[in-house]
């Protein structure tokens, strides 16, 4: 065993897919937080196990880091290992299920099943992200959630053993999933869709969904989406818009003045520090003046120790 990772380990150091010290501003939506220690960018199943077994070897701890559209990265930037998803990026089609890598990213797999005459994901069009992202947090929009689609996942566990969890074993919920609770490194996820010849009403569909979007102002600055869950029969954005804390601004961290529930790195110079301080604020608030607890959607990575 320890010759096969040794192995592993000193091809890993000659490839393409391992580097050091990476910033990762420009790999999350927020354009904040320092870098990762050690880089890996698997292309296909293979690599993705060298990584996990060069991490074993060398007692790294594994990051996954997806489109990076739902994180806060330490200003500290990540120990360890971090894994990018994002050269995982091939789907096939086999009749009514669509298979899709992890780090695919959502509008492709929107895309790639509307040409191929398939149905059920045109309402999440606009939805930035990758595959593996989405299921783990089970994202979407109130009429339709990922995980209503998902038929099966294949993942790795941190021995690179490749397993597969069925829909009924992925407890899916509100924000929430099977992997919410393991570090199962999702490889693969398979969709069951629904025949659907009219594509050009699908495309619209799509397309009004992305646009809705881009007109409720969702676009307009760095964010990683919504930093609270809602509590439940609650909006969370309308309780912090209601005590008033719409444009707070810390160091140019701000609450969005499109929706109170998206911190925004406005001028583009915040850092995730400020982004933490600005959230960790707001909480109080909604706290103090509706006694409602507030928890985060937004998942915090790497080192925040103080
Ligand atoms: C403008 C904007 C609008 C948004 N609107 C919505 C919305 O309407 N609804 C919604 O639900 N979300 C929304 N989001 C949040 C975000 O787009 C989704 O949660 C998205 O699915 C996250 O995917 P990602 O690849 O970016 O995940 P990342 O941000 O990279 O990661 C999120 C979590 O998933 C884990 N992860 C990533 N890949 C894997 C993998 N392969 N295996 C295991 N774990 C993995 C990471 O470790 C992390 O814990 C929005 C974000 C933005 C910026």
Redesign the pocket.
């Known amino acids: 065993m320890s010759t096969t990772i040794r192995n592993a380990h000193e091809k890993i150091n000659t490839t393409r897919f391992l580097t050091h010290d990476v910033s990762l501003k420009p790999f999350c939506?927020f354009h904040t937080g320092g870098s990762a220690d050690i880089f890996g960018t698997p292309s296909n199943l293979h690599e993705l196990r060298m990584l996990i077994a060069y991490a074993r070897e060398n007692d790294l701890p594994i990051?996954?880091?997806?489109?990076?559209?739902?994180?806060l990265i330490s200003d500290k930037g990540i120990k360890g290992l971090t894994i990018h998803?994002a050269h995982l990026k091939n789907f096939h089609i086999r009749g009514t299920l669509l298979c899709a890598q992890?780090g695919c990213s959502?509008d492709r797999i929107i895309q790639g099943s509307i040409e191929h005459a398939l149905s059920g994901m045109e309402l999440l069009g606009g939805?930035?992200?990758?595959i593996?992202?989405?299921v783990?947090?089970n994202?979407?929009?109130h009429q339709v959630h990922i995980g209503d689609l998902v038929e099966w996942v294949d993942?790795l566990d941190h021995s690179g053993n490749l397993m597969r969890t069925h829909k009924e074993e992925l407890d899916f919920s509100y924000k929430h999933s099977f992997?919410s609770e393991t570090t199962?490194?999702?490889y693969e996820v398979a969709f069951r869709l629904i025949p659907n010849k009219a594509t050009s009403e699908a495309m619209r569909l799509k397309e009004q969904s992305r646009k809705e979007?881009l007109d409720a102002g969702?676009?307009a600055f760095a964010?990683?989406?919504?930093i609270f869950k809602n509590p439940e029969g609650l909006s969370a954005g309308a309780m912090i818009e209601k005590i008033g804390l719409k444009q707070k601004n810390v160091n140019g961290a701000m609450v969005s003045p499109f929706h109170a529930n998206f911190i925004v790195n406005q001028t583009g110079s915040a850092s995730s520090n400020d982004v933490r301080s600005l959230a960790q604020e707001v909480a109080t608030q909604v706290k103090k003046q509706l006694d409602i607890d507030l928890e985060y959607e937004v998942?915090f990575m790497g080192d925040w120790s103080d």
Do not use: E, K, M
Not at 223 to 226: H, I, L, P, T
């Open positions: 939506s990051t996954v880091l997806g489109g990076g559209t739902n994180v998803t992890a959502i939805l930035p992200g990758t593996g992202g989405a783990r947090g994202a979407g929009v993942y992997f199962g490194i999702i979007r969702q676009y964010s990683a989406g919504c998942q």
